[in-house]
């Protein structure tokens, strides 16, 4: 076997380590490295074959495009904001209240519930989709961003409470017990003493909620018809990739746009975001 | 003082439960209720005038299920499905491992190579799939040219989306992009919870690195190992938005999935009970899947 030749030849071994990182590596990175020259390109040069590897005239025609004529763009951005900012408040809250109840009594239903949450993530969201079309268009909520907000939050909501579960599960009874016997009451436990410190835990639901909310699709998808509601993947996929001839350089200035914020927010965050994903996972 | 009906833990009890009833409520209006809806819309004739009407679906005798069988859509999007599950989980899980067992060496600027690593993760799912579709471009994309300088020449018209027989490939190639950081990042995790003192026990006791891997490391790895692959299966099982910009299902349906599949006959053909006989019969595989899946893993944690 190879890697036993390896255990008793420590540098062949170690070439082999960094070759695999090093193919493992540039797989992931280099074609954000693309996009990113891409967009720098005109599209003169965009459509060079072979491609060049570093821009000969770099230029922001693109970007200047995109901000000075695409306005549409700019709507599908907001309204993307709206929708992910909203999904992430409102699953702070849900996931404080579930959390901390599924972090601390443990009972018969406790169990039940956690298995409905689990269960529910479980299928494919077109199925719910075909129906809750018919539904909310009943009940008037289609075509709606609040519409599409609830049933969003309704996909993050079980995540984030055994995300934040194992935030409260840190917490130690004895603070509880010491204000129980002070005479506070249960609500002003959980929201006075035990929500304050797990602030980190709030960031790190409030972070995975809107990057998750934000890589919608297919809720928007089915749930949003008019185009000043679309939200922004929906919107790129209708308006940019509909046309027979792609615009790449646009297309890959729109990719750096909307990827900007999230990648600002997951690595300014990232101390948080790390270790609630760890948390929720491998521990959850 | 107020007096108590319930002993404490009773109340405990109720408090968690009053605590429970919004997402409760949310998770049955959005999620638990829609799913059984659209079983029962799986047996019944609705579509457009449905909709505009209000009227009620009719059932129509399984001819929604007759008309999956009639084509031979459905069979070919289960195929698809499960080879490009398959094959995406099992080099993810590989490549994941790998890339953290690398970190989990004594490497320079391990801390700044697992941060920067997680960006395709960040990246939204829709603009991964533009990125590979520059890429993978039939006439100007990077990987036309590197194929066809790796084959000295010989291939010069490398278009992997547009071949029926690399279509899916091309796919899970994108798929992989997204998901191997965030499969690696707990699988780094797991791997620095193994404690050290039993690895270096092993170690002078003479066993060797593949040794001390499957015998120390691996044990402790397991939950992880677990949970990530699951949550890899479910994740590819459910993918529809890199399908359905990167390919729309074609070239010739080779990427038709069962969630591409639903879709199309759900909200492009607006056959809605079609489409719901399609998400049944793949729920119904989705159970038997992670079924099983538990099942293997509790006969290996026995064994």
């Not at chain 1, 990182?21 to 280099?30: N, T």
């Not at chain 1, 646009?250 to 975001?273: C, D, E, R, W």
């Amino acid at each position: 076997m190879a890697i036993k030749t390896l255990n008793r030849d420590p540098l062949a071994f170690v070439l082999v380590k960094y070759f695999l990182l090093v193919i493992i590596l540039l797989f992931l990175l280099f074609p954000l490295y693309w996009v990113l020259i891409t967009s720098f390109k005109t599209n003169m040069e965009a459509y060079r074959y072979p491609p060049t590897f570093f821009p000969h005239e770099p230029a922001a025609t693109s970007f200047i495009k995109l901000f000075s004529e695409h306005n549409q763009f700019f709507v599908y951005y907001r309204n993307n904001l709206i929708v992910s900012t909203s999904v992430a408040v409102l699953c702070c809250v849900f996931a404080t209240f579930s959390g901390y109840s599924m972090a601390r009594f443990k009972n018969r239903w406790g169990r039940m519930f956690f298995a409905i949450l689990l269960v529910s993530q479980m299928f494919p969201v077109i199925s719910r989709m075909i129906s809750l079309y018919v539904i909310l268009g009943r009940i008037g909520i289609i075509n709606t961003l609040g519409g599409l907000i609830f049933a969003l939050l309704a996909a993050q909501v079980p995540f984030c409470i055994i995300l934040m579960a194992s935030f409260f599960a840190n917490i130690p009874t004895e603070i509880e017990e010491a204000a129980f016997v002070d005479g506070a009451g249960r609500w002003m436990i959980l929201f006075r003493i035990v929500t304050p410190l797990v602030k980190s835990g709030l960031l790190a639901v409030g972070i995975y909620a809107f990057l998750m909310t934000w890589d919608d699709y297919l809720h928007a998808a089915t749930l949003i018809q008019a185009d000043n509601l679309r939200t922004l993947s929906v919107g790129i996929a209708l308006r940019y990739l509909g046309e027979l001839s792609y615009d790449w350089s646009l297309v890959n200035a729109i990719s750096i746009i909307g990827t900007i914020p999230v990648v600002l927010i997951f690595f300014f965050f990232q101390k948080y975001m790390i270790k609630g994903l760890v948390a929720g996972a491998v521990k959850g | 003082m107020k007096t108590h009906f319930l002993n404490r833990r009773q109340r405990d009890g109720l408090f968690g439960f009053v605590l429970d009833i919004p997402a409760l409520a949310l998770t049955v209006a959005f999620i638990i209720v829609p799913i059984f809806d659209s079983v029962i819309k799986s047996f019944q004739e609705y579509g457009v005038r449905n909709i505009i009407s209000g009227k009620p679906g009719v059932w129509n005798n399984w001819a929604n299920y007759l008309y999956l069988s009639k084509t031979d859509l459905f069979l070919k999007a289960t195929i698809h499905t499960f080879s490009f599950v398959t094959a995406v989980v099992v080099v993810q899980f590989l490549l994941s491992l790998a890339l953290a067992l690398i970190l989990n060496t004594d490497i320079k600027g391990a801390r700044f190579l697992r941060s920067i690593m997680m960006t395709p993760w960040v990246v939204p799912t829709v603009i991964s799939a533009l990125i590979w579709m520059w890429l993978f471009q039939p006439q100007y994309g990077l990987v036309r040219y590197l194929i066809s300088i790796a084959s000295f020449g010989a291939v010069t018209d490398f278009a992997i989306l547009n071949n029926p027989k690399t279509a899916l490939m091309g796919v899970g190639i994108a798929a992989l992009w997204k998901q191997i950081p965030l499969m690696s990042l707990l699988l780094l995790a797991g791997l620095q919870n193994v404690p050290h003192d039993i690895e270096e026990a092993a170690m002078i006791d003479g066993a060797g690195k593949v040794r001390r891997f499957y015998s120390v490391v691996l044990p402790y790895l397991s939950p992880v190992i677990k949970v990530t692959i699951s949550m890899s299966i479910i994740e590819n099982f459910k993918q529809f938005p890199l399908f359905w910009t990167m390919t729309g299902g074609g070239p010739n349906n080779a990427t038709t999935t069962l969630a591409v599949l639903s879709y199309r006959e759900a909200f492009v053909s607006m056959n809605l009970g079609a489409g719901s006989a399609v998400t049944t019969l793949w729920m119904v595989m989705m159970i038997a899947v992670v079924f099983f899946y538990n099942q293997i893993f509790r006969i290996q944690d026995m064994g």
